[in-house]
């Protein structure tokens, strides 16, 4: 089995040994030592709790893939298939008017309902620039920035590492998916099926997080599924300030950079100063674009909140 691990559909810690029209099974992989394994089987257990809270809701306006079951002895498990495709961009771009009003009262009713499945945190003070790695970031623009860039471009992004630095705001942690992107959400157009799976992340974490995640920015839908999440929520659990309040521009604002300064900072990490041969020349000359992206993007997002 671990000859042919190149040949199944894995990814870091588990394998799909069977798959059909409808169900999945799962194993993990077979490199991993027992104590990892043992890891796995809990993590999965943990998940399968989260999935069933949510499930629970019945709320017909998304789809949650339920994991049937789960057997211990022999590390496996077995859970339903979600239907479509990746809620990607270039997906979301196709669909007409309609779904595509359907998909963002979709992710806010999943975004309230996970929120107050569980009590809802007192609000408390969160700087957002501990959600990044932060160190890194300072050092590779302080040290490291000008092997590749421009001195415009550096001291754009010293600027952006001090605005976000700084940046801190009022929030509550509330029951959280923890790792919305379009990975892990499918739609189906024929049917009209928004679908939400892998909540192995599933926990507490601050409330914006989830409204403001990756899906959303890249969909370009942030603005439109806070004010309809504004409109689903509990007011008499908790308030949400309105989306034209000068605050919540610029939670959202930074929270948008906040994701896309992560993705800066991964690929910063994978350059190099000698690169040793042609494949690292050219891995670097990727970096150094998708970098140059991120910045683009930034300064997209500051213009566009700057009206």
């Known amino acids: 089995m671990t000859q042919n691990i190149n040949n199944l559909i894995h990814g870091r810690e588990s394998?799909?040994?069977?798959?059909?029209?409808?169900?999945?099974?799962?194993?993990?992989?077979?490199?991993?030592?027992?104590?990892?394994?043992?890891?796995?089987?809990?993590?999965?257990?943990?998940?399968?709790?989260?999935?069933?809270?949510?499930?629970?809701?019945?709320?017909?306006?998304?789809?949650?893939?339920?994991?049937?079951?789960?057997?211990?002895?022999?590390?496996?498990?077995?859970?339903?298939?979600?239907?479509?495709?990746?809620?990607?961009?270039?997906?979301?771009?196709?669909?007409p008017p309609r779904q595509r009003h359907e998909i963002i009262d979709g992710i806010a009713s999943f975004l309230v309902d996970m929120n107050e499945l569980k009590p809802i945190g007192e609000i408390q003070r969160h700087k957002i620039a501990s959600e990044l790695k932060f160190n890194r970031l300072d050092n590779f623009i302080e040290n490291k920035m000008q092997h590749w860039f421009r001195s415009d471009e550096i001291t754009y992004m010293a600027t952006i590492r001090d605005n976000i630095g700084t940046f801190e705001y009022e929030t509550r942690e509330a029951w959280s998916h923890c790792d919305l992107n379009p990975g892990n959400v499918l739609y189906d157009p024929t049917t009209s099926t928004l679908s939400f799976i892998d909540f192995a992340e599933a926990n507490y974490r601050f409330i914006y997080r989830d409204i403001f995640a990756p899906l959303q920015i890249e969909l370009g839908i942030c603005r439109r599924v806070y004010e309809t999440y504004c409109k689903m929520h509990d007011?008499?659990?908790?308030?949400?300030?309105?989306?034209?309040?000068?605050?919540?521009?610029?939670?959202?604002?930074?929270?948008?950079?906040?994701?896309?300064?992560?993705?800066?900072?991964?690929?910063?990490?994978?350059?190099?100063?000698?690169?040793?041969?042609?494949?690292?020349?050219?891995?670097?000359?990727?970096?150094?674009?998708?970098?140059?992206?991120q910045m683009q993007s930034i300064m997209n997002i500051e213009r566009q909140f700057s009206k």
Not at 243 to 256: E, H
């Open 15 to 95: 394998y799909i040994v069977y798959f059909g029209d409808t169900l999945i099974m799962k194993r993990p992989l077979p490199t991993l030592s027992d104590s990892a394994r043992d890891e796995w089987l809990a993590k999965q257990h943990r998940t399968k709790d989260a999935i069933d809270a949510i499930h629970a809701v019945d709320n017909p306006r998304y789809h949650i893939p339920r994991m049937i079951h789960i057997k211990d002895d022999e590390y496996q498990l077995l859970e339903e298939c979600a239907p479509g495709q990746h809620l990607t961009k270039d997906l979301y771009k196709k669909l």
């Open 235 to 293: 007011r008499a659990k908790y308030t949400m300030p309105s989306v034209s309040n000068d605050t919540t521009r610029q939670i959202m604002k930074y929270r948008v950079i906040c994701a896309l300064l992560k993705r800066f900072i991964k690929a910063s990490d994978d350059l190099r100063i000698n690169p040793s041969n042609d494949k690292s020349v050219t891995n670097n000359m990727n970096k150094i674009e998708f970098m140059r992206e």
